[in-house]
């Protein structure tokens, strides 16, 4: 499983790739940041919300593994 940097990076890789008009919601608790937006009107200001999460330590995300394992 990725990390949450490299879930993040994933991410802004898409929003910065995909070619259609969509609308986004990360807002489940299992995401590492909540992002909301609409492509591509919202396309420069998703990857900053992106931007600040990779500068958190991975250690300040939620536990790897969520629930009784």
Same mark, same amino acid.
């Given at each position: 499983m990725l990390g949450?940097?490299?879930v993040l990076s994933e991410t802004a890789l898409?929003?910065?790739h995909l070619q259609a008009r969509s609308y =986004?919601? *990360?807002d489940h608790y299992t995401n590492n940041i909540n =992002? #909301?937006?609409r492509l591509p #009107?919202?396309? *420069?200001?998703?990857p900053e919300q992106i931007r600040s999460g990779?500068?958190?330590s991975e250690s300040d995300f939620r536990p790897f593994?969520?629930?009784d394992a």
């Open positions: 949450p940097h490299e898409l929003i910065e =986004l919601t *990360s =992002l #909301e937006g #009107e919202d396309r *420069s200001r998703l990779l500068k958190r593994f969520i629930g």
